[in-house]
């Protein structure tokens, strides 16, 4: 295994580590705050994600990998089918940052250029 190889594995780990995380955060946030919360948290995550840097976050790359891990949340998380409209909202903007944060490293470690909306 090379180097960049390891680099790739570790950025993987990290990603996965990231939606787990996440997806457990929301749905405890979801069962336990009240929904003026969620609202805020909403808000919160809205410009977050608005103010990653600007590439193309709807390449086929992305979104594959933005569909894909939703998937992995759902299968190993049952309690994601429960969430309330919010809580739903509120994991697919967590997944959403962490699959952009995701894409824009996996590109830099495999030089490869950023696709530009």
Not at 63 to 84: G, R, Y
């Amino acid at each position: 295994m090379d180097e960049d190889d390891s680099e790739i594995d570790t950025l993987l780990g990290i990603f996965a580590t990231q939606v787990f995380n996440s997806t457990e955060s929301v749905i405890d946030k979801d069962t336990t705050y009240p929904e003026y919360r969620l609202v805020e948290e909403l808000d919160v995550m809205r410009k977050i994600v608005s103010k990653i840097p600007g590439f193309d976050r709807n390449s086929d790359f992305s979104e594959t990998i933005h569909q894909k891990a939703k998937a992995l949340m759902v299968e190993h998380f049952e309690a994601t089918l429960d969430l309330s409209a919010n809580g739903f909202r509120l994991l697919e903007l967590n997944s959403k940052m962490h699959t952009l944060e995701f894409v824009a490293n996996f590109y830099s470690l495999t030089d490869h250029n950023l696709p530009v909306r």
